[in-house]
């Protein structure tokens, strides 16, 4: 270890500093020390991580922010700043892996069992998607859920498959009758998201009286986001509207809002869908994911559905938007999103597509109005990527389960839910296809945190990574040989002298013959796992 005591000038008491890191491909020997006012200086290219006068890990490093240069550069002898929080890099992101023998798989869930909210009271005649959309709002220290109903029919609601909510066998046909149906926006509330009530708002009429839970009458498929970053006029952020136009409104309470903006002719968009919106903190611009017309309609099921999105052309909410762009996710006549509920996760953006099967026949990927939350991910929240495109996130039910032919993502933010590494993941569940007669309800699964997708059974070899912090932290579903990994190249941080980590960890410790640190700071890594049959590996962070 190279060290070096210096006095400066006469008569003032000596400091201490010894080097622990060089960076440099300079010699520091010689090339550094310290001043008697806690600072520190190093000359002629030398660049490390020192110790001076007790404190550690300073770091000394004329090349940052730079320029490099042959003069002495001086240093506080000064405990470092926290280093940024290390990236999270999920495996279901196809830029993190270069190569890999494993299966891709979704994480597993597991379901509350009973329906949270259901169809009780006359005016929630039929819940149909629900378009339920679920926030823990800290200020209020409750959870508060809002939701759509179909509340009338024109005709006997059990004459016509459309109003009715009884259930019915999942991918059987439906007989086309038609009646003009009424529809209302409601809300309820919870203190610990399981138990709900639905209050008397005092704020719309139905039959003669407001004591009720209704918002609006009318507003389907209204989306609510909780900002809480937000001037307290505008922390709950409105997307109403449906079949008619839509756009956006800013309310302080969530239940009462004076003015929206219409952006149909702005953003030429289709709004009979569950819009939700999502903060784009790179671009500093709103994201709304809506619907666009296609070019060649479809006879059944109305016009295909093609997802879509448009944008904030600034950072203000309510100004103006820009034309409704496609994200690329597939659509066919027998397999369409019916929406997509997304938000932010790990740098990068999750949304669960409710894909269905329009069509009276069964087709390829579905039955007759089977529906799917078939998770997706997008690096910038406008281009998306299926992940499993046949397989639903959320499992139906079992034959007669409230939720045995149907489940819809609700709009939330599973991560301000984590506790104990688990999340909540909540949506609506129906038991009859979705052009037929079916009752719906809120239902709710857990899931690990990091638990979406990851690699099961096989090898994966990363793209290289910078090296943020001392340590590598992963999270899997270890199973019982558990995950060990090693830094291709190293060594002695090797596959084999790695740790193995069993059973369900978030973010574990990786240790190689019980030692953590990588000693790799400021460089990059490539890592390559190793992953037993019964194990899958989500995410890393380093």
């Known amino acids: 270890m190279l060290s070096a005591v210096v006095s400066i000038v006469a008569g003032i008491t000596g400091c201490s500093v010894t080097i622990t890191k060089q960076m440099s491909s300079h010699p520091c020997d010689g090339h550094f020390g310290c001043f008697s006012n806690n600072t520190m200086w190093v000359e002629d290219g030398c660049r490390g991580v020192f110790t001076c006068n007790g404190v550690t890990n300073v770091l000394c490093d004329p090349c940052d922010p730079g320029p490099c240069g042959g003069s002495i550069a001086v240093c506080p002898c000064s405990p470092p700043s926290p280093p940024p929080p290390a990236p999270k890099y999920l495996l279901l992101d196809d830029r993190n892996v270069i190569d890999t023998t494993a299966t891709l798989v979704l994480g597993d869930v597991e379901k509350h069992g009973a329906p949270l909210l259901r169809e009780e009271r006359e005016y929630e ?61 409601l809300y309820a509330e919870s203190v610990d998201g399981l138990v709900w009530t639905k209050p008397n708002l005092n704020l719309t009429e139905w039959n003669g009286s407001k004591d009720n839970n209704i918002i609006d009458i009318g507003g389907m498929t209204t989306g609510v986001y909780l900002d809480e970053s937000a001037p307290k006029a505008e922390r709950y952020k409105m997307q109403p509207g449906s079949n008619g136009g839509g756009g956006v409104a800013v309310s302080s309470d969530g239940l009462t809002w004076n003015f929206t903006k219409d952006l149909s002719k702005d953003t030429r968009a289709r709004w009979d869908t569950p819009k939700n919106i999502v903060w ?81 026949e069964a087709g390829p990927q579905a039955a007759i109005g089977q529906v799917n939350m078939v998770l997706g991910w997008s690096a910038d929240g406008r281009q998306w990527k299926w992940i499993k495109p046949d397989s639903s996130f959320v499992p139906l039910g079992s034959s ?21 590494d688990t999340m909540r993941l909540y949506y609506a569940g129906c038991n009859g296809p979705f052009f037929g007669s079916r009752g719906c309800a ?20 990363t793209a290289p990574v910078s090296v943020i912090g001392n340590s590598l932290r992963i999270s899997v579903q270890g199973g019982t040989q558990g995950v060990r990994v090693g830094v291709v190249g190293s060594p002695t941080l090797t596959i084999d002298a790695c740790d193995p980590i069993v059973g369900q960890r978030t973010d574990a410790i990786v240790t190689w013959a019980g030692k953590s640190d990588l000693d790799m700071q400021y460089g990059a890594i490539t890592l390559e796992f190793s992953i037993p049959s019964d194990a899958t590996l989500f995410a890393y962070s380093l």
């Not at 800290?138 to 459309?162: D, G, I, Q």
């Not at 669960?352 to 099967?357: D, H, P, R, S, T």
């Not at 007669?400 to 104990?420: H, I, M, Y």
């Open 125 to 185: 005649m039929r819940f149909d998607n629900m378009q339920p959309n679920v926030w823990y709002d800290p200020e209020l220290s409750k959870w508060r859920v809002w939701y759509s109903a179909f509340t009338s029919c024109s005709k006997p609601k059990e004459t016509v498959p459309y109003c009715n909510n009884a259930p019915q066998t999942c991918g059987t046909p439906t007989e086309a009758s038609h009646a003009d149906r009424g529809t209302g926006f």
């Open 280 to 360: 784009d903190a790179v671009r500093e611009q709103w994201i709304m994911y809506i619907r666009v017309t296609p070019t060649t309609p479809q006879i059944e099921g109305g016009s295909i559905r093609i997802q879509s999105y448009t944008h904030s052309l600034t950072a203000d909410y309510m100004g103006e938007w820009a034309d409704a762009i496609p994200t690329g996710l597939n659509s066919s006549s027998h397999y369409q999103p019916d929406g997509l509920v997304v938000w932010p996760y790990a740098g990068i953006y999750l949304g669960i597509g409710n894909v269905f099967n329009p069509f009276q």
């Open 400 to 420: 007669g389960a409230f939720d045995s032919c149907g489940v819809f993502g609700a709009k939330q933010d599973p991560l301000r839910t984590a506790e104990n």
């Open 442 to 461: 809120l239902g709710m699964a857990t899931m690990q945190r990091d638990g979406w997708a990851g690699y099961r059974g096989g090898t994966v070899v």
